[in-house]
């Protein structure tokens, strides 16, 4: 009976855990499992550092690398409290962008292409109608020659 209790308890704190927003930022959200990587990997850089045999005390006021550990781990975990307050990004959707392209794509090729353009002119005004000249006058006669003066 106790192990049925115990399992009971466990499988609903699993799915108390599991519906955390935390956890499933967590699970979402590489950068933020990145920064909480860093910040472990340098304290415990940095707790290795104070435990190498020096005092405790001349390793935290003049140990450069020490410091500089800590300052990463605690640069890391702000970060990554700073992400979990924001909760999770928003993608921004970038429908203009594909739009703009489109509009610019086409502009290229009706400026280019000279077929296409006049595709798209006989499409808008309708066929180019053939316009032939014919004259409904008569030629004019050549001017009369000079008459020849003897002398």
Known sequence: MAAKSKAAKAGSAAL???????VQRLMQDEELRENLKTAFDSARAAIDRL????????VILDDKKFQKELSNASEALRDAAQALREGPKKRKRRRGHKLLVLVVAAGLALALSEGLRNKVLDLLFGAEEEFDYTSTTAPASPPPAPAATAS
């Open 16 to 22: 108390a855990v599991k519906s955390s927003p935390y």
């Open 51 to 58: 435990g190498n045999g020096k005092p405790p005390a001349k």
